[in-house]
């Protein structure tokens, strides 16, 4: 039968999983070092913050989302996402009116997903994702309100409807997919819209106008240096000083020599744990070794 709530969806092919796998891979691929952080969470230490797909957000997630925004901050947004509240009921215009006025879109027509490995042909009004982009498992139909479309859909029953936009919303920028872009084409724009952030690409430039600090607006966010990986050297006292210190010393004790192979015992010869090889019977001659 399968699971009754998946099969309420518009997809049964669209699960959590799917587009959040294709985005971790194209943000490692693009050497973007990224953390798995919660919605609702303080999100100002970061420059960037991608959404592959989130289909129910609370209220306290979609404020913090526009607040990172209107901070200055890059959101990324995928598709189906901020469609339902915490009791499950779809929000009036397909995505809640917050989140919609983050990424500067209007009212969500209709939802076109895709069958297992359909494409839709995608034509870039720039460099964002190349001429020969396809999006997949994924399409709406839906209206702009104020942001800039990238990127159209091609041929079909959408040609020429917006398939990828992005806003400026506050001091900071939203981008939407509302499809799932192929691996080349996503990992082009997550690299973009990071450089556009302030991302890995002016990572050193701004460190250095940063007084070494962490600048709030590094992509998602750097690498800390290399000494902060490294354990503390031991204390006097501390557990680890006894541990080096026993490994030393065992380290500076000469090899302990073995014993020679001794062969196999004489008969009537007694050694330490073995067992004779004979037993002298009471019939024996005293003084006489037995036969």
Do not use: K
Request: charged fraction near 25%.
């Amino acid at each position: 039968m399968g699971d009754p709530l998946r099969l309420s969806r518009p997809s049964d092919l669209l699960t959590y999983e799917r587009p959040l796998r294709a985005w971790h891979r194209a943000l490692w691929e693009s050497h973007l070092t990224c953390d798995l952080a919660h919605p609702e969470s303080d999100l100002d230490g970061y420059a960037l913050v991608v959404v592959p797909h989130l289909y129910l957000l609370t209220d306290a997630a979609l404020d913090s989302l526009a607040a990172h925004v209107r901070g200055g901050g890059t959101l990324v947004c995928g598709f189906f996402t901020g469609v339902a509240d915490t009791d499950d009921r779809v929000r009036e215009g397909g995505v809640d009116a917050r989140l919609r006025a983050v990424l500067g879109i209007g009212t969500v027509h209709e939802w076109w997903p895709l069958e297992e490995g359909g494409t839709q042909p995608l034509a870039s009004t720039g460099d964002v994702v190349g001429q020969d982009a396809t999006g997949t498992l994924w399409r709406e139909d839906f209206e702009t309100d104020g942001a800039e479309t990238l990127a159209v859909y091609r041929g079909g029953e959408l040609d020429g409807r917006p398939a990828i936009t992005r806003h400026s919303h506050g001091e900071g920028t939203a981008w939407y997919l509302s499809t799932l872009p192929d691996p080349a084409a996503l990992r082009a724009l997550l690299s973009r819209a990071a450089r556009r952030g302030g991302g890995a690409a002016s990572a050193s430039r701004t460190a250095r106008g940063c007084g070494g600090r962490t600048p709030r607006r590094l992509a998602v966010p750097p690498q800390p240096p290399a000494r902060a990986y490294h354990r503390p050297p031991a204390r006097p006292g501390d557990r680890r000083a006894h541990r080096a210190a026993a490994r030393a010393r065992n380290h500076a004790r000469p090899p302990r020599r073995r014993r020679p192979a001794r062969g196999p015992a004489r008969a009537g010869e007694r050694r330490l744990n073995t067992v004779p090889t004979t037993h002298p019977s009471p019939h024996d001659t005293p003084g006489r070794p037995p036969p």
